[in-house]
C-alpha cells in the first residue's frame, strides 16, 4: 500500500525556491471567502479534539476587535506524536503559509508559533524561516501588495504538556502559569491578551494551507463522509518500520498500518495491543484492530483518534510496568490546578507504583471511581483524558491483573 | 431573565447568573472549596460541579453560567459518587493521620473541610494519606504557614492579589507538586508581606495561623514575680463573644473583662485609653501641620498592616505619616513608664500583654524602634482559647469593669475599631481644640460604613478640611494614587483591613462582609451609649499630661509617644 501525499506533495525547505501558492490565492481572495472554501473542506483540527478548523476561523472573524491573534500550536507534547516536528522541520514555509492565511482570514496582523522546548531543530529551522521571511517581505507590512500587514513572534514551551491546551498556551506565552482556563469565554472570543484568538495546530494550519492552494473539492475526494482528506499517522512501538506515514482516511485499517506500513512487529514478538491515538486514548486489542483508521470508527470502537499517535506493544511488557510509565507522565504533567486529575493522577500513580501481584476487588473499585471522577469533573481536556490509558488496559486485561483467588493479598 | 430548573425548581435568573448563585437562590447548598465570595472563579476544587442536562462531563457550578431553559441536577446520584471519591481524594492530600490531627489544628472549631465532609456525608475514606513533608514557614513575626495541611485551592493568593492587592502568594511547581509559596519560596517574613492577616481568613484550612503568643503569656501569668497587665483594642470586644456561639455583633466587654481577671491579670485595662490619648497627639500633629504648612495630607498611623504597606509601596510618602505611635504601643510605652513609675514596679517585672484582632501587631509590637513596649500580641482567636482553655464560661460572667486610669475612655476611642473610626474621632477633637466651640453634631456619617474609598468637608473656623478614608489594603492603593495623581485632603486614615479592625486578621473565623457590618454597628452602639465621646474630654488622658506628660506633643511626649519609619521598597 502506497501513501497519500497531500501535505508531503512538496517538500521546499529553502524559501527563494518557494512561490507560497495558496498564501498568493488566499490575499486574492475575500477573508470570507477563504473561511468558506476551509469549512467546506470539512477540516477538523489535528491537535486531538477534532474541532472544525473552518467554524473557528468564522467565529474569530466574526469578532469585532481592534486587534486579533492567531496562534500556531507546535507544543506537540503526546507521547507517540512527533508528526509536527516533521512538519516543521520538512516543510517549515507550508507551515508560515498556513499561518499567514489563517491570519489573513480572521483578521489578524500579529501570531506567535509556540514550539515545544525540547524541539531545538524545528526552532532552529523556524527561527530561520521567520527571519528570511521578514526579510523577503512575506511577513511585515503589506505582504505581496496585498494590503495584508502581519508579523510572527516564536515561543519556545518549557516542557509542559498541558501547555499544548490552547488556553494553557495562551496563558504560556502571557507569561502566567500553564494551566487551563475557564470557557467561557472562549479564545476566539476572549484570547492572548483578552483579544479574539485562534489557536490551530501545525499539521491543521498546514492542511489548510494545501487546502487553498490544491481546492477544497480535492480535499473533499479524499477519506470517509466523516473524516476527509489525510492524516500524518505517527506510527511507533515495537514494529520494524517507525516513522511518519500520511495516509487517507479509511484507506487502511489499523491492522493494516502496522503491517503494510510499520513492517509488523519486530523480533517476530505477538502484539498485545494498540494505543490507536495517543496515551491519552484507550487501547485496542489485537481483535479490533480491523476497523477503517477514521475518526467515526475509532470512536466506534471506544477510543479515539486523538493526535494520530499510533503505538504499537509486543506481547513481552508488562503491563503494571506500562501502567506506571503512563500514570507517571499524566501525574508530573498535570497543572496541579484542578483536585480531581492532581490528586486521582497521584494517587493512582501511588497504587501501581507497589503493585506486583495484582489489584483486589476493593483496589479495582477504587481505581474505576478515581477514574471516573476525574473524567467528569476535571478541568480540561488533560485531566478528563488522563485515565483513558489505565482504565482500558484495566478493563481488557481484567483476569491477567487482578490477583487470582488462590493468592492472599491484603488490600 | 433567563429560565432554569435546579433539582426540579423553576426559577428565573439574571443573565450573568452562575449555577452556583441561583442555587442559592432555591434554598439548594452545593459544597465549595476554593470558591469564595467577592474572589475571582478559581474553578480548581470540582466540589461543586453538577449535572447539566445535554452535558456528558458534569460542569463546575461557581464557573458555568446559567443558559436559558438550563435544567441542572446539584445532587443525583452520578454526582454525589463524584463528589465523594473527589473528597476522598482532597482528605489524603491533607494528610489526616497522627501527624496531621484535626485535633490539634487551629482550625478544630471552624475548618471547612469538616463542614463538607458533613455536607456530602462522608463515611470512609479509602485511601491513605499522603505525607508531602514540606516544612513551617517560621519566617514571620505575625503569620505561620504549615503547607502540609494546604490544599493549594488558591484562596489565599485570590485574597492578598484581589482584596489587599498585594500578592505575596504564588503557586509554585507543577502536578502534586504544586504549593502555594512566596517569591522565590522566601518565606512570609521576607517578602512584601503586611501581616495583615486576612490570608488566615481566607484558608479553609489550618494551613495559616498566627504566630502564637498564649503559651508565653501563660507562662508569665503563672510567674509570681511577674506584674503582669493586659489591654484590649476596641474590636476584641464586638467579636470574642462569636468564638463561645454568640450572635456576630454581641457586645461582651464586662463579660471579657471578667474573664482576663478571672486568667490571672494584675490588671485589665483598655487600650481605648491610649486611643484617647492618639487622638490628643494625633489631633496636636494635625493642627500644627495645617497652622505651619508642614506635610500635608496627614496619614494616620494606627494600622500596623498600612504601615508596612507603605514602608514597601509608598516610602516616599512616609513624611506624610503621623510620627504617633499606634494605641497598642502608646499604652506599653506608658504602662512601662508612668504606671509602672507611679505603682514602683521595676520595668524587668512588668509584663505588657495585648489583645488585638490584628496580626500585624505582633510584627508591630517586635518593630526596633518600639521593641519592648508591649511583650506579647494575643489575637481574639487565642484569647478565646485561652478561656476555654481556663474552663471559664465568659458569656454567663457577671460584667465586671476595667481597672483605672489606663481602663477609662470615649466613644471616640471606641469607634477605632470601625473604619473612619480614627477620622471621625481626629475631627470631634480638631474641632474643639482649633474652635473652642462645642461640637453640635457628634456623627460623622460620611465617614462610616462599608464603602471602599470616603470623603468628607468640614468647616473648622473658616478651613475647609478635607478628609478622606480607605480600609482594605486594595482601596489604600487607590487612593494612594488619587493622591499620587494630584488629589488633595489635609487628612486621610488609612486601615489594612476590610471594615477596619473589627475584620482584623486576628478576628474569630468566620468574618463575612456580613458579620463585619454586625461588628461595626455594635461598635457605634457602644460610642452612641457613652456620656463622653471626645478624647479630650477623657478625665484621665487630662491627669496624664498634669501629672507627667505635659502636653500633647511636648518633649515628652515625643520621647514617649512617637516613633520612625523605615523605607522598605519593594
Redesign the interface.
Known amino acids: 500500500m502506497e501513501e497519500t501525499l497531500f501535505l508531503k506533495r512538496e517538500e521546499v525547505k529553502d524559501i527563494n525556491n518557494y512561490d507560497f501558492p495558496a498564501l498568493k490565492k488566499a490575499l486574492k481572495m475575500k477573508q470570507e471567502d477563504v473561511i468558506v472554501e476551509v469549512k467546506r473542506s470539512t477540516l477538523k483540527g489535528r491537535g486531538g479534539a477534532g474541532f472544525p478548523t473552518g467554524l473557528k476561523w468564522e467565529l474569530a472573524f466574526k469578532e469585532a476587535a481592534d486587534k486579533k491573534y492567531l496562534i500556531c500550536n507546535g507544543d506537540e507534547g503526546e507521547p507517540g506524536t512527533f508528526k509536527d516536528r516533521y512538519l516543521l522541520e520538512e516543510s517549515p514555509l507550508k507551515v508560515l503559509e498556513g499561518i499567514l492565511i489563517a491570519a489573513y482570514a480572521i483578521g489578524a496582523d500579529e501570531g506567535y508559533i509556540y514550539i515545544r522546548g525540547e524541539y531545538a531543530k524545528p526552532i532552529r529551522v523556524f527561527s530561520r524561516v521567520i527571519e528570511e521571511a521578514r526579510e523577503k517581505g512575506i511577513l511585515g507590512e503589506n505582504i505581496f501588495g496585498s494590503g495584508f500587514n502581519f508579523d510572527l513572534y516564536l515561543v519556545k514551551g518549557a516542557g509542559a504538556y498541558v501547555c499544548g491546551d490552547e488556553t494553557s498556551l495562551i496563558n504560556s506565552i502571557e507569561g502566567k502559569r500553564g494551566r487551563s482556563r475557564i470557557k467561557p469565554p472562549y479564545p476566539v472570543e476572549k484570547g492572548l491578551f483578552d483579544k479574539p484568538t485562534v489557536v490551530n495546530n501545525v499539521e491543521t494550519l498546514a492542511s489548510a494551507a494545501e487546502i487553498i492552494n490544491q481546492g477544497a473539492d480535492r480535499y473533499l475526494s479524499l477519506g470517509t463522509e466523516k473524516s476527509r482528506g489525510t492524516k500524518l499517522v505517527c506510527l511507533s512501538g515495537d514494529i520494524r518500520n517507525p516513522g511518519i506515514y500520511e495516509l487517507e482516511f479509511g484507506q487502511a485499517t489499523l491492522r493494516e498500518i502496522i503491517d503494510d506500513f510499520g513492517g509488523g512487529l519486530k523480533n517476530g514478538s505477538g502484539l498485545k495491543f494498540v494505543v490507536p491515538g495517543g496515551i491519552s486514548t484507550s487501547i485496542l486489542l489485537e481483535d479490533e484492530l480491523d476497523i477503517p483508521y477514521t475518526y467515526e470508527d475509532l470512536d466506534a470502537a471506544g477510543s479515539s483518534l486523538g493526535s494520530g499517535a499510533v503505538i504499537v506493544v509486543g506481547e513481552d511488557h508488562d503491563l503494571i510496568d506500562l501502567m506506571l510509565n503512563v500514570s507517571r507522565f499524566f501525574m508530573d504533567e498535570t497543572c496541579g490546578t484542578c483536585f480531581p486529575c492532581r490528586e486521582g493522577n497521584r494517587q493512582i500513580y501511588h497504587m501501581l507504583k507497589w503493585k506486583k501481584n495484582g489489584f483486589t476487588a476493593k483496589e479495582r473499585q477504587l481505581i474505576k471511581d478515581i477514574g471516573k471522577t476525574i473524567h467528569l469533573a476535571a478541568r480540561c481536556g488533560l485531566g478528563q483524558t488522563s485515565l483513558n490509558f489505565i482504565s482500558s488496559v484495566l478493563d481488557k486485561f481484567e483476569d491477567e491483573l487482578m490477583v487470582r483467588g488462590d493468592i492472599n493479598v491484603e488490600g | 431573565m433567563l429560565k432554569v430548573n435546579i433539582d426540579g425548581q423553576n426559577l428565573e435568573v439574571a443573565e450573568g447568573t452562575t449555577i452556583l448563585e441561583a442555587a442559592k437562590k432555591a434554598h439548594i447548598k452545593i459544597p465549595t472549596l476554593c470558591y469564595e465570595e467577592g474572589l475571582s472563579?478559581?474553578?480548581?476544587?470540582?466540589?461543586c460541579?453538577v449535572e447539566v442536562e445535554g452535558e456528558n462531563?458534569?460542569q463546575?457550578a461557581c464557573?458555568t453560567?446559567i443558559r436559558d431553559g438550563m435544567i441542572v441536577r446539584t445532587h443525583s446520584p452520578?454526582v454525589r459518587?463524584?463528589r465523594k471519591?473527589?473528597f476522598e481524594?482532597?482528605i489524603?492530600?491533607h494528610d489526616i493521620s497522627c501527624e496531621l490531627n484535626c485535633l490539634t489544628c487551629s482550625r478544630n472549631g471552624s475548618c471547612e473541610l469538616r463542614k463538607v465532609a458533613e455536607d456530602i456525608g462522608i463515611t470512609e475514606i479509602?485511601?491513605s494519606p499522603?505525607n508531602k513533608g514540606y516544612g513551617e514557614d517560621k519566617s514571620s513575626y505575625a503569620i505561620m504557614r504549615e503547607p502540609n495541611k494546604c490544599?493549594?485551592c488558591g484562596r489565599c493568593i485570590r485574597k492578598c492579589e484581589e482584596v489587599q492587592g498585594i500578592g505575596i502568594f504564588t503557586?509554585a511547581?507543577?502536578?502534586?507538586?504544586?504549593i502555594v509559596t512566596t517569591f522565590g519560596d522566601k518565606g512570609m517574613g521576607n517578602v512584601e508581606c503586611t501581616n495583615c492577616g486576612q490570608c488566615i481568613h481566607a484558608c479553609p484550612t489550618g494551613a495559616l495561623h498566627e504566630v502564637y503568643h498564649y503559651e508565653s503569656v501563660w507562662d508569665v501569668l503563672h510567674d509570681e514575680s511577674k506584674h503582669v497587665v493586659v489591654q484590649t483594642a476596641p474590636a476584641v470586644r464586638v467579636a470574642i463573644s462569636e468564638a463561645f456561639g454568640d450572635e456576630p455583633g454581641t457586645i461582651a466587654t464586662g463579660q471579657m473583662v471578667a474573664a482576663l481577671r478571672r486568667l490571672g491579670f494584675d490588671k485589665v485595662f483598655d487600650t481605648n485609653f491610649s486611643a484617647d490619648l492618639t487622638i490628643m497627639e494625633e489631633g496636636t500633629e494635625l493642627i500644627q501641620r495645617i497652622k505651619e504648612g508642614g506635610t500635608l495630607p496627614l496619614f494616620t498611623s494606627c494600622s500596623p498592616g498600612w504601615i508596612k504597606f507603605i514602608e514597601h509601596f509608598y516610602p516616599e510618602f512616609l513624611p506624610h505619616l503621623s510620627s504617633c505611635k499606634s494605641p497598642q504601643q502608646m499604652f506599653g510605652a506608658i504602662a512601662k513608664s508612668y504606671y509602672a513609675e507611679k505603682n514602683n514596679i521595676p520595668r524587668e517585672d512588668l509584663v505588657v500583654v495585648s489583645v488585638m484582632p490584628c496580626t500585624a501587631k505582633k510584627f508591630e509590637a517586635k518593630r526596633p524602634e518600639m521593641d519592648g513596649d508591649v511583650d506579647y500580641v494575643l489575637t481574639t482567636r487565642e484569647l478565646a482559647g485561652m478561656i476555654k482553655a481556663a474552663g471559664i464560661d465568659m458569656v454567663n460572667l457577671e460584667e465586671e469593669e476595667y481597672d483605672r486610669i489606663m481602663g477609662t475612655s470615649t466613644g471616640a476611642a471606641d469607634i477605632f475599631g470601625a473604619t473612619g473610626g480614627v477620622m471621625e474621632a481626629a475631627l470631634r477633637t480638631a474641632y474643639e481644640l482649633i474652635t473652642g466651640k462645642e461640637l453640635e453634631k457628634l456623627d460623622f456619617y460620611d465617614v462610616r460604613g462599608m464603602t471602599g474609598i470616603k470623603e468628607t468637608e468640614v468647616e473648622i473656623d473658616g478651613l475647609t478640611v478635607r478628609a478622606a478614608v480607605a480600609h482594605g489594603l486594595g482601596n489604600v492603593r487607590k487612593l494612594m494614587e488619587m493622591i499620587k495623581a494630584g488629589k488633595e485632603y489635609h487628612f486621610v486614615e488609612l486601615m489594612a483591613c476590610p471594615g477596619g479592625c473589627i475584620g482584623g486578621g486576628g478576628q474569630p473565623i468566620p468574618t463575612t462582609d456580613e458579620i463585619r457590618q454586625k461588628r461595626i454597628d455594635s461598635i457605634y452602639q457602644i460610642d452612641k451609649n457613652k456620656k463622653l465621646r471626645k478624647s479630650h474630654e477623657n478625665p484621665y488622658i487630662k491627669k496624664l499630661y498634669d501629672e507627667y506628660l505635659g502636653e500633647p506633643g511636648s518633649h515628652r511626649a515625643h520621647e514617649l509617644l512617637h516613633t520612625h519609619y523605615t523605607a522598605r521598597g519593594v
Open positions: 472563579i478559581y474553578g480548581g476544587c470540582r466540589l460541579v462531563l458534569l463546575p464557573a453560567e452520578k459518587e463524584v471519591t473527589l481524594l482532597i489524603a492530600s479509602r485511601l499522603i490544599i493549594t503557586m511547581n507543577r502536578g502534586p507538586a504544586t
